[in-house]
Protein backbone atom coordinates (compact mmCIF):
# COMPACT_ATOMS: atom_id res chain seq x y z
CA UNK A 1 0.00 0.00 0.00
CA UNK A 2 2.88 2.36 0.27
CA UNK A 3 2.05 5.50 -2.05
CA UNK A 4 5.54 6.67 -3.18
CA UNK A 5 8.01 3.97 -3.87
CA UNK A 6 12.02 4.14 -4.44
CA UNK A 7 14.01 1.72 -5.59
CA UNK A 8 16.53 0.69 -4.94
CA UNK A 9 16.80 1.92 -1.64
CA UNK A 10 20.31 1.65 -1.03
CA UNK A 11 22.99 1.84 -3.89
CA UNK A 12 27.07 1.47 -3.78
CA UNK A 13 28.80 1.81 -7.00
CA UNK A 14 31.98 3.13 -8.16
CA UNK A 15 32.80 6.79 -10.22
CA UNK A 16 32.23 6.31 -14.03
CA UNK A 17 29.44 3.96 -13.62
CA UNK A 18 26.05 4.65 -14.69
CA UNK A 19 22.82 4.00 -13.02
CA UNK A 20 18.97 4.13 -12.42
CA UNK A 21 16.87 5.06 -9.65
CA UNK A 22 13.17 4.05 -10.24
CA UNK A 23 9.84 6.12 -8.47
CA UNK A 24 6.44 4.98 -8.91
CA UNK A 25 3.59 7.17 -6.81
CA UNK A 26 0.03 5.04 -6.66
CA UNK A 27 -2.19 7.87 -5.49
CA UNK A 28 -2.90 9.30 -8.84
CA UNK A 29 -1.07 12.38 -8.84
CA UNK A 30 -0.26 14.14 -12.25
CA UNK A 31 3.36 15.68 -10.61
CA UNK A 32 6.34 13.99 -10.03
CA UNK A 33 9.49 15.19 -8.80
CA UNK A 34 13.37 14.16 -8.19
CA UNK A 35 14.85 15.87 -5.07
CA UNK A 36 18.64 15.64 -3.73
CA UNK A 37 19.26 15.81 -0.22
CA UNK A 38 23.13 16.42 0.47
CA UNK A 39 24.82 15.56 3.76
CA UNK A 40 23.76 19.03 5.39
CA UNK A 41 20.39 18.05 4.68
CA UNK A 42 19.53 20.95 2.52
CA UNK A 43 16.81 19.71 0.18
CA UNK A 44 17.44 20.32 -3.40
CA UNK A 45 14.28 20.21 -6.15
CA UNK A 46 15.77 18.74 -9.41
CA UNK A 47 13.41 18.02 -11.95
CA UNK A 48 9.74 18.17 -12.37
CA UNK A 49 7.30 16.05 -14.70
CA UNK A 50 3.30 17.38 -14.80
CA UNK A 51 1.29 14.60 -16.70
CA UNK A 52 4.68 12.87 -18.32
CA UNK A 53 6.32 16.54 -19.62
CA UNK A 54 9.18 17.89 -17.99
CA UNK A 55 8.04 20.94 -16.72
CA UNK A 56 10.75 21.69 -14.02
CA UNK A 57 14.88 21.51 -15.12
CA UNK A 58 17.00 22.94 -12.21
CA UNK A 59 20.66 23.92 -13.09
CA UNK A 60 21.24 20.01 -12.97
CA UNK A 61 24.59 18.49 -14.60
CA UNK A 62 23.38 17.22 -18.36
CA UNK A 63 25.07 13.89 -16.67
CA UNK A 64 21.32 13.44 -14.87
CA UNK A 65 18.30 12.45 -17.08
CA UNK A 66 15.06 11.84 -16.18
CA UNK A 67 12.48 9.97 -17.77
CA UNK A 68 8.37 9.19 -17.08
CA UNK A 69 7.03 7.19 -19.20
CA UNK A 70 3.41 7.47 -17.42
CA UNK A 71 1.73 10.05 -14.61
CA UNK A 72 2.64 7.32 -12.26
CA UNK A 73 6.33 6.59 -12.83
CA UNK A 74 9.41 8.82 -12.69
CA UNK A 75 13.19 8.00 -13.37
CA UNK A 76 16.30 9.01 -12.70
CA UNK A 77 19.44 8.14 -14.84
CA UNK A 78 22.88 9.07 -13.86
CA UNK A 79 25.66 8.80 -16.26
CA UNK A 80 29.23 8.88 -15.37
CA UNK A 81 28.94 9.10 -11.39
CA UNK A 82 31.11 11.51 -9.59
CA UNK A 83 32.42 11.59 -5.69
CA UNK A 84 29.70 14.59 -5.46
CA UNK A 85 26.72 12.79 -6.66
CA UNK A 86 26.92 10.94 -3.45
CA UNK A 87 23.59 12.25 -1.50
CA UNK A 88 19.78 10.86 -0.74
CA UNK A 89 17.98 11.05 -3.80
CA UNK A 90 14.05 11.58 -3.03
CA UNK A 91 11.05 11.31 -5.36
CA UNK A 92 7.91 12.75 -4.41
CA UNK A 93 4.74 13.49 -6.39
CA UNK A 94 1.91 16.17 -5.97
CA UNK A 95 -0.99 17.53 -7.54
CA UNK A 96 -0.24 20.46 -9.80
CA UNK A 97 -1.78 23.70 -8.74
CA UNK A 98 -1.52 26.17 -5.69
CA UNK A 99 -0.06 25.09 -2.87
CA UNK A 100 0.29 21.17 -3.86
CA UNK A 101 1.26 19.52 -0.84
CA UNK A 102 4.26 16.87 -2.07
CA UNK A 103 3.96 13.26 -1.20
CA UNK A 104 7.82 11.80 -0.58
CA UNK A 105 9.56 8.32 -1.02
CA UNK A 106 11.68 6.70 1.16
CA UNK A 107 14.78 7.72 -0.66
CA UNK A 108 17.43 6.34 -2.00
CA UNK A 109 21.16 6.62 -0.83
CA UNK A 110 23.96 6.89 -3.11
CA UNK A 111 27.15 6.32 -2.40
CA UNK A 112 30.03 6.90 -4.95
CA UNK A 113 33.42 5.57 -3.93
CA UNK B 1 16.55 33.19 -7.73
CA UNK B 2 14.26 32.73 -4.45
CA UNK B 3 16.22 31.99 -1.37
CA UNK B 4 14.29 30.60 1.83
CA UNK B 5 16.46 30.85 5.11
CA UNK B 6 15.87 29.15 8.37
CA UNK B 7 17.08 29.46 11.34
CA UNK B 8 18.22 27.98 13.93
CA UNK B 9 20.05 25.12 12.52
CA UNK B 10 19.77 23.00 15.24
CA UNK B 11 18.35 23.38 18.79
CA UNK B 12 18.54 21.06 21.78
CA UNK B 13 15.59 21.28 24.41
CA UNK B 14 14.57 19.67 27.76
CA UNK B 15 11.44 17.44 27.27
CA UNK B 16 8.20 20.31 28.05
CA UNK B 17 10.18 22.80 26.91
CA UNK B 18 8.68 25.08 23.90
CA UNK B 19 10.31 25.76 20.62
CA UNK B 20 10.18 27.93 17.50
CA UNK B 21 11.85 28.47 14.58
CA UNK B 22 11.73 30.75 11.79
CA UNK B 23 11.58 30.98 7.99
CA UNK B 24 12.39 33.97 5.99
CA UNK B 25 12.07 34.00 2.27
CA UNK B 26 13.88 36.42 -0.20
CA UNK B 27 10.73 36.73 -2.26
CA UNK B 28 6.86 36.91 -1.59
CA UNK B 29 5.28 33.74 -1.70
CA UNK B 30 1.93 32.55 -2.87
CA UNK B 31 2.19 29.91 -0.02
CA UNK B 32 4.59 28.17 2.84
CA UNK B 33 4.57 24.62 3.24
CA UNK B 34 6.21 22.86 6.21
CA UNK B 35 7.70 19.39 6.28
CA UNK B 36 9.18 16.76 9.13
CA UNK B 37 11.86 14.86 8.44
CA UNK B 38 12.54 11.71 11.13
CA UNK B 39 16.37 10.57 11.41
CA UNK B 40 16.69 8.32 8.83
CA UNK B 41 13.09 9.30 7.30
CA UNK B 42 11.96 11.20 4.24
CA UNK B 43 10.25 14.55 4.50
CA UNK B 44 6.63 14.17 5.83
CA UNK B 45 4.07 17.23 5.14
CA UNK B 46 2.69 18.89 8.08
CA UNK B 47 0.70 22.06 7.10
CA UNK B 48 0.20 24.50 4.11
CA UNK B 49 -0.51 28.27 5.13
CA UNK B 50 -1.93 30.40 2.16
CA UNK B 51 -3.42 33.67 3.56
CA UNK B 52 -1.49 36.88 4.65
CA UNK B 53 -1.39 36.26 8.47
CA UNK B 54 -2.75 32.77 8.64
CA UNK B 55 -2.62 31.26 12.12
CA UNK B 56 -2.65 27.24 11.63
CA UNK B 57 -3.24 24.85 15.09
CA UNK B 58 -2.16 20.92 14.96
CA UNK B 59 -2.37 20.20 18.51
CA UNK B 60 1.07 21.44 20.01
CA UNK B 61 2.38 22.84 16.79
CA UNK B 62 1.20 26.60 15.76
CA UNK B 63 1.93 27.88 12.20
CA UNK B 64 2.24 31.69 11.63
CA UNK B 65 2.06 33.01 7.61
CA UNK B 66 3.63 36.70 8.21
CA UNK B 67 1.67 39.75 6.78
CA UNK B 68 4.02 40.36 3.85
CA UNK B 69 3.91 36.61 3.00
CA UNK B 70 7.95 36.59 3.17
CA UNK B 71 7.85 34.60 6.58
CA UNK B 72 6.52 31.98 8.64
CA UNK B 73 6.98 30.21 12.28
CA UNK B 74 6.46 26.90 13.69
CA UNK B 75 6.41 26.78 17.42
CA UNK B 76 5.97 23.60 19.72
CA UNK B 77 4.05 23.64 23.18
CA UNK B 78 5.66 21.30 25.75
CA UNK B 79 7.97 19.07 23.25
CA UNK B 80 8.41 15.86 23.59
CA UNK B 81 10.89 12.77 22.19
CA UNK B 82 8.26 12.26 19.65
CA UNK B 83 9.23 15.47 18.02
CA UNK B 84 12.74 14.37 17.05
CA UNK B 85 13.62 15.25 13.81
CA UNK B 86 14.48 18.18 11.14
CA UNK B 87 11.54 20.60 10.35
CA UNK B 88 11.65 22.31 6.80
CA UNK B 89 9.20 25.26 5.60
CA UNK B 90 9.35 25.17 1.62
CA UNK B 91 7.88 28.27 0.09
CA UNK B 92 6.13 28.29 -3.57
CA UNK B 93 6.70 31.51 -5.43
CA UNK B 94 3.89 33.91 -6.43
CA UNK B 95 5.26 34.80 -9.90
CA UNK B 96 4.34 31.21 -11.75
CA UNK B 97 7.29 29.48 -10.68
CA UNK B 98 5.97 26.44 -9.23
CA UNK B 99 8.39 24.56 -7.61
CA UNK B 100 8.89 24.58 -3.86
CA UNK B 101 12.11 26.19 -2.42
CA UNK B 102 12.88 24.26 0.64
CA UNK B 103 14.76 26.05 4.08
CA UNK B 104 18.00 24.77 5.18
CA UNK B 105 15.88 23.21 8.26
CA UNK B 106 15.75 23.43 11.53
CA UNK B 107 16.72 20.24 13.12
CA UNK B 108 15.32 19.75 16.83
CA UNK B 109 17.08 17.58 19.61
CA UNK B 110 14.69 16.80 22.50
CA UNK B 111 16.13 15.34 25.57
CA UNK B 112 13.98 13.24 27.88
Known amino acids: DTAVSQTPKYLVTQMGNDKSIKCEQNLGHDTMYWYKQDSKKFLKIMFSYNNKELIINETVPNRFSPKSPDKAHLNLHINSLELGDSAVYFC????WGVGDEQYFGPGTRLTVT | GQQVMQIPQYQHVQEGEDFTTYCNSS?????IQWYKQRPGGHPVFLIQ?????EVKKQKRLTFQFGEAKKNSSLHITATQTTDVGTYFCAGQGDTGRRALTFGSGTRLQVQP
Open chain 2, 49 to 53: LVKSG
Open chain 1, 92 to 95: ASGL
Open chain 2, 27 to 31: TTLSN
